[in-house]
């Protein structure tokens, strides 16, 4: 096994308390003013700005750094059209058959079996998490952590999608095995999330949720 060699941490900044509780409020509202939308403009983004979120995703922690994840970002109408087809048989047969409980869940909601955003929105992020690692020679080897890490840089790819500017959908159909077939993503990869990303439309609406307040959220010892 080599070990990494060791270099100063020059990227660290350190602020004056005062400028790092403006900086943590600041951020913290920016956070809240995110929203889940379900309703999409066709109006083009740049592969530019996908990749550089993308790049904020991928610098996320991640267990032993083994970066268990991989982003398919997919802007090619004729792709979109069969993603959206094989959600929406999926997610028929999910709405036919899901517990009562998990539809009173999803019910205030308003969400359904159409999924016309994975067609309108300009621009899908397929996550992909590295179940196990396949090195050149074919060898696999054991990752850690993986549902956590990968989680992680999911938070930080919608933060970064959020911070650009842009509009987000968490997207999960279940099931959602056909993502890796329909992008030919090989066997060690399984798919996670869809994260649905454009301008909203004009007209976009979301539900009037609460959040938990932070004495809900955290404990303090
Ligand atoms: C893991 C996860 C899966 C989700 N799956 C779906 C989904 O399949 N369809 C959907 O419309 N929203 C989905 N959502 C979005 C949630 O409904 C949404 O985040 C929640 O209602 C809170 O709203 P907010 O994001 O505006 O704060 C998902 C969110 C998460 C974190």
Known sequence: MTSFPFDPLTSYREYPPVEMLARS???????????????????????????????AAGSAPSGAHQQPWHFVAVSDPDVKRRIRAAAEEAEREFYDTAPAEWLAALGPLGTDA????????????V????KYGVSADGETHK???????VGIASGFLIAALHHAGLATLTHTPNPMGFLGSLLQRPVNEKAIMVVVTG???????????????????????
């Open 25 to 55: 409020r600041s951020f913290a509202d920016e956070l809240h003013r995110r929203r889940t939308t379900r309703h999409f403009s066709d109006r083009p983004v740049s592969r530019e700005i996908i990749e550089q979120c993308i790049r």
């Open 199 to 221: 301008y909203p439309a004009p007209d976009a609406r979301v539900p009037r949720l609460v959040r938990k307040s932070l004495p809900e959220i955290a404990t303090f010892r």
């Open 143 to 149: 990752h850690y952590y993986v549902n956590e890490s």
């Open 127 to 130: 996550v992909f998490a590295e």
């Open 114 to 125: 159409n999924k016309s955003y994975l067609e309108s929105a300009p621009w899908l992020v």
